[in-house]
């Protein structure tokens, strides 16, 4: 992809000259219009006071529902926790590890430096010789080679990538957050309790939520807001050491 192609949420990839554009991606005038106004109506009915409701926030907008701001859950010792270390690891140029690709596709490409990858198509010896699901068998062959140490680790599909993300941090990764939304009926919110407890065990700090919903949009847009609060805190408009 070259730095003039457009992603699927409007960005471009790292490295272009930053312009003026709004959150959700937005450049034409048109186009920021109705992302403004959108996110106007979102902040209407969430609270718009700390990090956190940023997060609840975007996963209201994500969602289309506004009762899916009471679902989100934050590990650590503070709501806004996993909000300030997404966002120093931005600023530290940190990877962001997507489950899949569509999580990876959504990740905007704008307002930072990070390496964005996908865990899936790594691992299949391991997924054949197992008989574990390819999403599985591909984070954990990435934390093999250590690729989630320092990264933003995000989950928007499969849960069983997100038990064995948890496997890992109970073996000793530290990823510096991790955002996980696996979706489906099937070990969904199962992974996600998973996570959160030993997440909360091991002093990561996570952002995930409860019962059955959730996806590759959500992930993503989760994990855009930490890139648009790194960008805040860039521009002095948020201190992360609050």
């Excluded at 969430?46 to 409701?53: F, Q």
């Excluded at 070990?187 to 939520?209: C, D, H, Q």
């Amino acid at each position: 992809m070259t730095t003039e192609e457009t992603r699927t949420d409007g960005g471009v990839d790292a490295g272009e000259p930053t312009e003026e554009y709004a959150d959700l991606g937005a450049t034409t005038e048109d186009a920021m219009e109705i992302a403004e106004t959108s996110m106007d109506r979102v902040r209407e009915l969430v609270p718009d006071e700390t990090l956190a409701d940023r997060i609840r926030q975007k996963s209201v907008h994500a969602t289309g529902d506004p009762e899916f701001q009471h679902l989100v859950r934050f590990t650590g010792e503070e709501e806004d926790e996993p909000i300030r270390a997404g966002a120093r690891a931005v600023l530290d140029e940190q990877p962001i590890v997507t489950d899949i690709t569509m999580v990876e596709s959504g990740i905007t490409g704008r307002g930072h430096d990070c390496p964005v990858r996908k865990a899936i198509g790594n691992g299949a010896e391991l997924a054949a010789e197992t008989g574990i699901t390819r999403t599985a068998a591909s984070v954990l062959e990435l934390d093999r080679e250590g690729v989630y140490d320092g990264a933003i680790a995000v989950v928007g599909n499969a849960p069983t990538a997100a038990l064995a993300l948890a496997d890992c941090i109970a073996d000793g990764t530290r990823p510096a957050v991790v955002v996980a939304t696996p979706v489906g009926f099937v070990k969904a919110a199962e992974s996600r309790k998973r996570l959160r407890a030993v997440a909360a065990e091991r002093g990561v700090p996570a952002i995930t939520n409860v019962g059955r919903r959730g996806g590759s949009g959500l992930a993503a847009g989760l994990t855009n807001e930490l890139v648009h609060v790194a960008s805040d805190a860039r521009d002095g408009a948020v201190d992360l050491d609050e």
